[in-house]
Nanobody
Framework: QVQLVESGGGLVQPGGSLRLSCAASGRTFSRYSMGWFRQAPGKERELVAAITWTGGRTYYQDSVKGRFTISRDNAKNTVYLQMNSLKPEDTAVYFC???????????????WGQGTQVTVSS
């Protein structure tokens, strides 16, 4: 089992940047594929980006391609989401999630963090 804790959210102006971090407990973090999801008020939770356990393959939702970058540091049990050129429509609670095996481009993840709020507003 793995426990996930997100950090790095906050208020940022349009065009600004934030880096989210997700720290994982447990010694088997490197075996998990990781995903970042978001949920805006009144909307369903959606997958934003994901990365395989090796870091060799990534997935991005079309709306964030070229602006967001997912990465991981298995030595630090941490996955990151670098968000640049932020837009008001990126405002949401961002969650990290973990799974073992299977496709990363899915909503079916096994473990979830509590989320961190990202607000993009002037």
């Amino acid at each position: 089992q793995v426990q996930l804790v997100e950090s790095g959210g906050g208020l940022v102006q349009p065009g600004g940047s934030l880096r989210l971090s997700c720290a994982a407990s447990g010694r088997t973090f490197s075996r998990y594929s990781m995903g970042w999801f978001r949920q805006a008020p009144g909307k369903e939770r959606e997958l934003v980006a994901a990365i395989t356990w090796t870091g060799g393959r990534t997935y991005y939702q079309d709306s964030v391609k070229g602006r967001f970058t997912i990465s991981r540091d298995n030595a630090k049990n941490t996955v990151y989401l670098q968000m640049n050129s932020l837009k008001p429509e990126d405002t949401a609670v961002y969650f990290c999630a973990a799974k073992i095996g299977g496709t990363i481009a899915t909503s079916q993840y096994d473990y979830w963090g509590q989320g961190t709020q990202v607000t993009v507003s002037s």
